[in-house]
């Protein structure tokens, strides 16, 4: 694939779709809008005319959750929520990246998240990643063979670094209970903070992302810098990020192989070692695979979405007959994407 087709890849194919109600459709499109209009039009300080003011994460007015740093010479925004029932010191903290071309803003609304964070008492934020050009869409700078970004590209790991100290010193986390959560691009890039950055997370859950893209390499992918627990959700007819991989694609099995062998968590008990996909590139009949006995007493799980494509999914999908399923699924799980995550991370604090 050429670099104009790999640009066209990304701008029209590695952007998440979601699956919800009608209602929440609505929600979606309100925040799109929001999202184009912060893209096209942001002129902080425009007044008069007609023109809506929008705040450094795309919204109208002013929001106390919305929030700057100063990072790698230029202005990154976040949102941060943070519960009533938040207990400093040892309370978590989730931050959510979203994908290609979308904002923090978007994440927020696609994943509930905040429901959640209000029932749980944990923390979450959702951090923005810059603008590319030329495509002119939001990217995380992450594990590709090439960037949009030129030769100056962002140093993404040290603002989402620096963001988690900024947060660790204003609100108090338990060190131990920090959590990346990702989605497509946004789940790359939560797998290069992990890799990175592995004494500030604890664990990370990516959804319909892989370790590499569009012409990467596993043998340019550094060895982690410590154990860090992984949950991944990928779907098995996934055209965007392909499940089985293509040239240039890390497929599902070299992940799960990088996380669980001696450049990262250095696995010892694996609850079967079948393949994911065969010889051929087609998808087997394995649901989940997860591996323990890994250093830092991690944990390394995968869970198959059967039939399920480059979406981020917010219906139950323990439901046989239903796209998409995984059999494993259960109220002991959770049986939706972020209900999935979240229990993941519970049971996976750092020691």
Same mark, same amino acid.
């Not at 994943?111 to 603008?131: H, K, T």
């Given at each position: 694939?050429?670099?104009?087709?790999?640009?066209?890849?990304?701008?029209?194919?590695?952007?998440?779709?979601?699956?919800?109600?009608?209602?929440?459709?609505?929600?979606?499109?309100?925040?799109?809008?929001?999202?184009?209009?912060? @893209?096209? +039009?942001?002129?902080?300080?425009?007044? /008069?005319? #007609?023109?809506?003011? %929008?705040?450094?994460? =795309?919204?109208?007015? *002013?929001?106390?959750?919305?929030?700057?740093?100063?990072?790698?010479?230029?202005?990154?925004?976040?949102? @941060?929520? +943070?519960?009533?029932?938040?207990?400093? /010191?040892? #309370?978590?903290?989730? %931050?959510?990246?979203? =994908?290609?071309?979308? *904002?923090?803003?978007?994440?927020?609304?696609?994943?509930?998240?905040?429901?959640?964070?209000?029932?749980?008492?944990?923390?979450?934020?959702?951090?923005?990643?810059?603008?590319?050009?030329?495509?002119?869409?939001?990217?995380?700078?992450?594990?590709?063979?090439?960037?949009?970004?030129?030769?100056?590209?962002?140093?993404?790991?040290?603002?989402?670094?620096?963001?988690?100290?900024?947060?660790?010193?204003?609100?108090?986390?338990?060190?131990?209970?920090?959590?990346?959560?990702?989605?497509?691009?946004?789940?790359?890039?939560?797998?290069?903070?992990?890799?990175?950055?592995?004494?500030?997370?604890?664990?990370?859950?990516?959804?319909?992302?892989?370790?590499?893209?569009?012409?990467?390499?596993?043998?340019?992918?550094?060895?982690?810098?410590?154990?860090?627990?992984?949950?991944?959700?990928?779907?098995?007819?996934?055209?965007?990020?392909?499940?089985?991989?293509?040239?240039?694609?890390?497929?599902?099995?070299?992940?799960?192989?990088?996380?669980?062998?001696?450049?990262?968590?250095?696995?010892?008990?694996?609850?079967?070692?079948?393949?994911?996909?065969?010889?051929?590139?087609?998808?087997?009949?394995?649901?989940?695979?997860?591996?323990?006995?890994?250093?830092?007493?991690?944990?390394?799980?995968?869970?198959?979405?059967?039939?399920?494509?480059?979406?981020?999914?917010?219906?139950?999908?323990?439901?046989?007959?239903?796209?998409?399923?995984?059999?494993?699924?259960?109220?002991?799980?959770?049986?939706?994407?972020?209900?999935?995550?979240?229990?993941?991370?519970?049971?996976?604090?750092?020691?």
């Amino acid at each position: 694939m050429n670099r104009e087709l790999r640009r066209y890849a990304k701008i029209f194919l590695y952007r998440p779709r979601y699956r919800a109600s009608r209602i929440g459709s609505f929600v979606r499109a309100a925040a799109l809008l929001v999202s184009f209009l912060w @893209l096209t +039009v942001f002129c902080g300080g425009c007044v /008069g005319g #007609g023109v809506t003011m %929008l705040n450094a994460c =795309g919204e109208t007015g *002013t929001d106390p959750e919305c929030h700057t740093l100063a990072s790698g010479g230029t202005t990154r925004a976040y949102l @941060l929520h +943070v519960p009533s029932n938040f207990q400093p /010191g040892t #309370g978590a903290l989730v %931050l959510i990246l979203h =994908g290609l071309g979308q *904002t923090g803003l978007e994440m927020e609304q696609i994943s509930g998240a905040n429901a959640m964070a209000d029932q749980e008492g944990f923390a979450v934020a959702y951090p923005y990643a810059l603008i590319a050009q030329p495509a002119n869409l939001a990217e995380w700078n992450n594990y590709f063979d090439e960037t949009d970004f030129g030769n100056n590209p962002p140093d993404d790991v040290g603002f989402l670094s620096q963001l988690v100290s900024t947060l660790e010193t204003k609100i108090h986390p338990d060190p131990k209970k920090i959590f990346f959560a990702g989605v497509s691009d946004g789940a790359l890039m939560s797998y290069r903070f992990g890799i990175e950055r592995s004494d500030q997370v604890a664990a990370i859950g990516a959804v319909i992302g892989t370790l590499y893209g569009f012409g990467g390499n596993l043998q340019g992918i550094p060895a982690a810098a410590g154990p860090v627990s992984v949950l991944t959700l990928a779907g098995d007819q996934d055209t965007v990020v392909p499940y089985c991989g293509v040239a240039g694609w890390a497929s599902q099995d070299q992940t799960f192989d990088y996380w669980t062998g001696p450049s990262a968590n250095k696995c010892s008990t694996f609850d079967t070692t079948a393949p994911l996909c065969d010889a051929q590139g087609n998808v087997t009949a394995v649901f989940e695979k997860d591996a323990t006995g890994c250093s830092g007493n991690s944990e390394v799980r995968f869970y198959r979405l059967e039939g399920g494509t480059h979406a981020w999914y917010t219906n139950p999908m323990n439901v046989s007959g239903q796209i998409p399923y995984n059999p494993d699924f259960n109220s002991t799980t959770g049986v939706t994407e972020m209900d999935i995550l979240l229990t993941f991370f519970a049971t996976h604090p750092k020691l």
